[in-house]
Each structure stands twice: as structure tokens, then as C-alpha cells.
């Protein structure tokens, strides 16, 4: 995308304009921050998962001390 539409609402004229370098490199900032976003939301566990996640080591852990305690 090295253009954009700019529309006259009074006239309905449409013309296409290349996009300035400060325009590009603002699209491409915007772009890098979404992505990241993104791949932060994928990355984080929710609450539940990290809940489940705690529960099982906690299982995990009283059946070793329990194993332990008949040695």
C-alpha cells in the first residue's frame, strides 16, 4: 500500500495519493505494534490455564510427599 483515497464529500470526486515517507513509516510502526500485540495475547495463558497449570503441580507434588512419607 503506497497510496490512498481521498474523497471530496462536496463534489464526490475521488483522487488516489502516494503516500508520504512519514505516512509509510507510521503504517509500518502501527503494523510492528499490532503484530506484537497480538502474539502477546497468543503467548499469555488465561487465568484458568494458569490455574489448571497450579493444580496439577500441587497434585503432582502431595503424591511425591506422600510417596516420601511411606518410604
Do not use: F, Y
Amino acid at each position: 500500500m503506497t497510496h490512498r483515497i481521498v474523497v471530496n464529500v462536496q463534489t464526490g470526486e475521488t483522487t488516489q495519493v502516494d503516500l508520504t515517507a512519514e505516512e509509510i513509516a507510521q503504517a509500518q510502526a502501527s503494523h510492528a505494534a499490532w503484530v506484537i500485540a497480538e502474539a502477546q495475547k497468543q503467548s499469555t495463558p488465561t487465568l484458568e490455564e494458569t490455574i489448571q497449570s497450579q493444580a496439577a503441580t500441587i497434585t503432582a507434588l502431595t503424591a511425591r510427599i506422600v510417596a516420601l512419607e511411606t518410604i
